[in-house]
């Protein structure tokens, strides 16, 4: 967590908190995981004022020319800032501003740039046969070729099921494994999708679609 903290004219402490995930390997220590929700935060501790607070969020995304590009912005000025999964690039830099607007008072701004983790890339995973029968056909799974180099991986494959429910059919450090599959959706032609994702040790993850007849 980074906290950046200063006061208003009125007395009252502002915190400007980042939560980053805990979990951090090589070089990539206080970088933010892009697979990952990322939750910001301000607060005015104090008690000498009673003036509505607005929080303005702006987040910048670093251009290839190293200019900076509105990414992404709060319209409701809450104090909460939030990310979904996703929403971020890998291996990219954000800035971060916050605007604190109080009645009365000159706004005030404070900035935080980040950087993303590296996913897992460069890589695949494979399953063959690519048709086969449902309970019967021993299917195999094969992931390789995943950067970073010197690494262990995690690889969990899902399938999702009746009610877009999905099943957890493998979960672990081995990328070889085999494993059977249920029926298809007899409307979509019997075909499923495997979904497959590669997570690193700090928990930067990709996915994959691997479609298959069964």
Not at 114 to 133: L, M, N, Q, W, Y
Not at 135 to 140: D, L
Request: hydrophobic share 40%; proline share 4%.
């Amino acid at each position: 967590m980074i906290v950046v903290a200063y006061r208003c004219a009125c007395a009252i402490l502002v915190i400007f908190s980042i939560f980053f995930s805990n979990s951090f390997v090589l070089n990539d220590r206080l970088n933010v995981i892009p697979s990952a929700p990322l939750t910001i935060s301000a607060d005015y501790v104090g008690y000498s004022c009673d003036d509505k607070v607005e929080y303005r969020w702006i987040l910048y995304e670093q251009a290839k020319d190293a200019g900076w590009t509105e990414f992404l912005n709060n319209s409701e000025y809450s104090k909460v800032f939030a990310i979904d999964p996703k929403t971020l690039k890998d291996n990219t830099k954000y800035r971060l501003e916050l605007t604190v607007l109080l009645s009365g008072e000159t706004p005030s701004t404070s900035v935080q740039v980040f950087k993303t983790t590296v996913a897992p890339r460069d890589g695949s995973c494979t399953i063959t046969p690519d048709t086969g029968e449902a309970v019967y056909t021993s299917f195999e799974l094969f992931c390789f070729g995943w950067f970073a180099l010197n690494e262990s991986f995690t690889y969990e494959v899902e399938i999702v099921g009746d009610g877009d429910i999905p099943y957890t059919l493998y979960h672990g450090l081995t990328n070889k494994e085999i494993f059977v599959l249920p029926q298809g959706n007899a409307s979509n032609g019997y075909l499923s999708h495997v979904k497959v994702f590669v997570s690193r040790s700090n928990g930067a993850t990709s996915e994959l679609d691997i479609p298959v007849t069964v």
